[in-house]
Each structure stands twice: as structure tokens, then as C-alpha cells.
């Protein structure tokens, strides 16, 4: 039917106004630091991964840690999580692959942890 065409497809949250509110610090860390000046300020995408899993205060990565496992709850098992980012976060970063888009978003994560774990000693 007409109607079931027109409904949208996806996570319902991904909408970059509700994301901002459902995640504020995930939202303001890839803003920050997946914009489209990522390869002029960091180098490469590694290096603005690496500066991001660094900023802030350790109770702040907690936080974002915390809203970065909501969100992956929210896509679950998507097979293609670029049109969410997109949509979600409007990151710049242009991935020609999915697996490319998982990974980055794989990476943020463990390098928080990482960060996390190498101040305080011990698993989160």
C-alpha cells in the first residue's frame, strides 16, 4: 500500500535532532571530530579516533561510553549503518563499504575503553 511506502525505514531515534537529545556527548564527539576538517585537523581517521577517545574527563568517556552502547542497541544488527550515522550524527566521513562504517564506529568505542582502562587500572 501507499501508506507502508511512505513510512520511514530505520531507527525511528536516527533523526539528527532526536539523536542530539537521546545522545548529547556521542552526538557532540563525532561532531567534533568526524566533520568534514577531520583529515586537515587529525591527519587521517585513526588520528581523529585517537583524539576523541582522549577528550574530556574520565567521568565524561564514562558517559559517552554509556550513550555509545544505547545507540548500537538502537541499530542492532544493521547491515548497513551509514545511512544512520548519516541521518543520526550527519558525519562527514564518506565510507565506500558498510564493514567501513561499523569498524569506525567499533573503533571509537575501543579506544575509549582502552583509555579508560589504562587510567584506571581495571574493566569497566
Known amino acids: 500500500s501507499l501508506e507502508s511506502e511512505l513510512r520511514p ?3 525511528p531515534f536516527c533523526q539528527h ?3 542530539q537529545r537521546r545522545w548529547p556527548l556521542l552526538s557532540n ?3 567534533c571530530y568526524f566533520n568534514e576538517d577531520f583529515d586537515i585537523l587529525y591527519g587521517s581517521l585513526g588520528g ?3 583524539a576523541a577517545a582522549q ?3 574520565l567521568d565524561h568517556r564514562r558517559a559517552i561510553l554509556k550513550e555509545w552502547r544505547d545507540w548500537n542497541s ?3 544488527a544493521a547491515s548497513d549503518l551509514r545511512p544512520e550515522l548519516k541521518k543520526c550524527f550527519s558525519i562527514a566521513v564518506r565510507f565506500s ?3 567501513e562504517a561499523r569498524h569506525l564506529m567499533d573503533d571509537i568505542y575501543d579506544s575509549l ?4 582502562r589504562g587510567e584506571t587500572h581495571r574493566d569497566i
Not at 113 to 116: A, C, D, N, P
Request: hydrophobic letters at 50%; zero cysteines; proline letters at 4%.
Open 97 to 99: 563499504k558498510p564493514e
Open 74 to 76: 538502537s541499530v542492532g
Open 113 to 116: 575503553m582502552e583509555g579508560i
Open 29 to 31: 564527539l563525532i561532531g
Open 9 to 11: 525505514v530505520g531507527n
Open 17 to 19: 535532532g532526536l539523536a
Open 48 to 50: 581523529a579516533v585517537a
Open 55 to 57: 577528550d574530556g574527563a
